[in-house]
Nanobody
Framework: QVQLVESGGGLVQPGGSLRLSCAAS????????MGWVRQAPGKGLEWVSD????????YYADSAKGRFTISRDNAKNTLYLQMNSLKPEDTAVYYC??????????WGQGTQVTVSS
């Protein structure tokens, strides 16, 4: 079955960096696009970034542009999100998700990112 397992979250000071990872299994990882979505406390889901199957095209929400970098290693079945210059408003649970033609069809359990001094 499809499994997506995020890791790499934690507590970081404003201006700091974190690298999230998402280990995928149960499907041909190199085939679908993948993405990251987050949910801040008391708020709805917010799309963060997408990457196409080969990793050649990436897309970012305005809130992530210039600070976050999405990448993937298809040989390792792993998706990444490098987050730099973190702000308190980046505090959220971050989910990786497998894309299909109309959106996302599988999600991980999420990893907590807290940006605070």
């Amino acid at each position: 079955q499809v499994q997506l397992v995020e890791s790499g979250g934690g507590l970081v000071q404003p201006g700091g960096s974190l690298r999230l990872s998402c280990a995928a299994s149960g499907f041909t990882f190199s085939s679908p696009a993948m993405g990251w979505v987050r949910q801040a406390p008391g708020k709805g889901l917010e799309w963060v970034s997408d990457i196409d199957s080969a990793g050649g095209n990436t897309y970012y929400a305005d809130s992530a542009k210039g600070r976050f970098t999405i990448s993937r290693d298809n040989a390792k079945n792993t998706l990444y999100l490098q987050m730099n210059s973190l702000k308190p408003e980046d505090t959220a649970v971050y989910y990786c998700a497998k894309a299909n033609l109309v959106g996302y069809d599988y999600w991980g359990q999420g990893t907590q990112v807290t940006v605070s001094s």
